[in-house]
């Protein structure tokens, strides 16, 4: 699986939009990009995925630049609960099915 | 939906002694993972079950990890002897089939070793 790259940390005020970076330049076409979240003593948890299209769902949106070596996780509006590290992950779907984790992003939602 | 259950939640051993932990992934989830994160790190993939076989295997520390998931549904992560650096969250997760699908985590289990 490629390899991504993520801020270790970042900071955002409650109610605005917080938007998490995720460089992935060698992926592959088949490659789809994931995003999990991992609240404090807790398990991972599974955000959103996509492709090559933006995606959204009820927790975020997904941007995915069109050379997709790049995307955004956006949450619209954060809150103090969204507190936690944020990881970007990126793999074939028919691999094994095998997430593997890097650093992720700590990001802090500030009152 | 239930979610993922493990337990126990804590545990502290002394080194060279052993452990288990136990997982329940939820009711219908053919494939279970279970996962090592040590403290400041992303999770690292231990084992893979497909049912009852093991579709991976490569991270696992063979002589002293074992895992077994007998009838296809829960399973368990044994550590004999333990050592200082087994301290970790050992997180187990499920999904429904296999490719493409969701993986939800249980909450894991904290193991400490002194």
């Known amino acids: 699986d490629a390899k991504t790259t993520q801020p270790p940390s970042m900071d955002c005020a409650e109610g605005r939009a917080a938007n998490l970076p995720c460089n992935h330049s060698?992926?592959?076409?088949?490659?789809?990009v994931y995003w999990y979240r991992q609240i404090h003593s807790q398990g991972p948890q599974y955000i959103i995925h996509?492709?090559?299209n933006n995606e959204t769902n009820e927790m975020a949106s997904l941007i995915i630049t069109e050379d997709r070596k790049s995307s955004t996780l956006i949450l619209p509006h954060a809150t103090l609960r969204d507190t936690a590290v944020y990881y970007c992950?990126?793999?074939?779907?028919?691999?094994?099915?095998?997430?593997?984790f890097g650093g992720g992003t700590r990001l802090m939602v500030k009152p | 939906e239930a979610g993922v259950a493990q337990s126990p939640r804590y545990k502290i051993i002394e080194k060279r002694q052993s452990v288990a932990f136990w997982c329940n992934p939820i009711?219908?989830?053919?494939?279970l993972y279970w996962y090592q994160q040590i403290l400041g790190q992303g999770p690292k993939l231990l084992i893979q079950?497909?049912?009852?076989?093991?579709?991976?295997d490569s991270q696992l520390p063979k002589d002293r990890f074992s895992a077994e998931r007998l009838k296809g549904v829960d399973s368990t992560l044994k550590i004999q002897p333990a050592k200082l650096e087994d301290s970790a969250v050992y997180l187990c997760?499920?999904?429904?089939?296999?490719?493409?699908?969701?993986?939800?985590f249980g909450p894991g289990t904290r193991l400490t070793v002194l």
């Open positions: 996509g492709l090559k």
């Open positions: 079950f497909q049912n009852n076989g093991v579709v991976d």
């Open positions: 992950i990126v793999r074939v779907n028919n691999a094994g099915n095998m997430l593997t």
């Open positions: 009711s219908g989830h053919a494939t």
């Open positions: 997760a499920s999904s429904h089939r296999g490719p493409g699908d969701t993986q939800y």
């Open positions: 060698t992926i592959s076409g088949n490659e789809y």
